[in-house]
């Protein structure tokens, strides 16, 4: 059992109403509105049975300190696993979080035999947030008692498999600690970005500005949150994004027969990368640049922003 058994279960927790320019899109379309589902992940490898995140809470809670929320019939993780997929909370064995904000953190009480993993930094973080974030960690400060309140973390300090299969890497940016999450499977490396991008989109470019990404606006670091989004291109053959709809619901679970992989850290004439650090071993797995004429047909064919309004 392995790489070849694994498979990536997307279970959405509910939706967040957010800005298209002020969160989803640098220079994106502010004041136009974008409803975001807010996504975690089962992941069974035939050994062991995983979450990474643990999404959201009730709507009343999440609107009352957070953003508007619309639940749309989705349950929390735990219902989900035994209600929709047929496990019990009690079989998971670890939760590895990308990070440990309000919606990606919600339940995991609910989980009594799995080990707690979480960055170093985004522990130390959330035990202690620098004041402009206490609502994001859901500090005490203000009242609220945080999901992790009483929970002991195992803390990952640096780039390491923490399980058979299951790698945790630095995407700092959107927040001190952030870690995506590598899932090798029977079709390639599917990684878990968390918050490093909410979208498929912000891994392609913004022809406007000449920008190689499209990055998000929601960064404690944009320095940091722009090498994350190059370093999840230089990684994934596949990308879930938390917050993007189209990435998760593909398919009931992933990889799939068809998938569609993607072309890491491919040249595209007239967008330049800025880091040029490759992980070991992902050189050889670079895509060929595109032609002008292939770059061309691509840009034309890439959705603004914009148009993501209302959705």
């Known amino acids: 059992m392995g790489v070849q058994e694994t498979r990536i ?7 967040l109403e957010a800005d298209l320019g ?20 089962y992941v069974d490898t035939g050994t062991h049975k995983i979450l990474i995140d643990t999404g959201l809470c009730d709507e009343e809670r999440a609107t009352r300190y957070h953003h508007k929320c619309d639940k749309r019939g989705c349950l929390q993780v735990h219902e989900h696993l035994e209600q929709k997929l047929g496990v019990h909370p ?22 009594k035999n799995a080990r707690y993993i979480a960055p170093k930094a985004e522990i130390e973080m959330a035990f202690n947030p620098l004041p402009l974030y206490y609502r994001t960690y859901e500090s005490g400060y203000l009242g609220i008692e945080p999901a992790y309140a009483g929970c002991v973390f195992e803390a990952v300090a640096d780039e390491c498999e923490v399980l058979p299969g299951i790698t ?51 960064f404690v670091n944009s320095y940091e949150g722009w090498k994350s989004v190059e370093e999840i291109d230089k990684r994934a053959d596949y990308v ?8 998760n619901a593909r398919a009931p679970y992933f990889p799939y027969e068809g998938m569609p992989l993607r072309k890491r850290r491919q040249h595209i004439p007239g967008f330049k990368f ?23 047909r691509y840009l034309a064919g890439l959705k603004h922003p914009k148009d993501m309004a209302g959705t």
């Open 9 to 15: 279960y997307p279970i959405n927790t509910g939706w």
């Open 168 to 218: 945790m890497f630095h995407t700092p940016g959107h927040s001190v600690g952030h870690m995506a999450v590598s899932v090798a499977t029977a079709m390639g490396d599917i990684v878990v970005a968390g918050d490093a991008i909410f979208v498929e989109r912000n891994l392609e470019p913004n022809p406007e500005e000449g920008w190689r990404h499209w990055v998000p606006a929601r």
């Open 22 to 41: 002020t969160y989803v899109f640098w220079k994106g379309p502010a004041g136009k509105k974008y409803w975001n589902p807010v996504y975690c992940h």
């Open 240 to 247: 879930l994004p938390c917050h993007d709809e189209a990435a």
């Open 90 to 111: 009690d079989e998971i064995d670890a939760i590895v979080f990308t990070h440990l904000h309000w919606d990606h953190v919600q339940n995991m009480k609910q989980f």
């Open 274 to 296: 800025y880091f040029g650090d490759m992980p070991a071993g992902s050189v050889a797995k670079a895509a060929p640049a595109m032609t002008t004429a292939e770059a061309e």
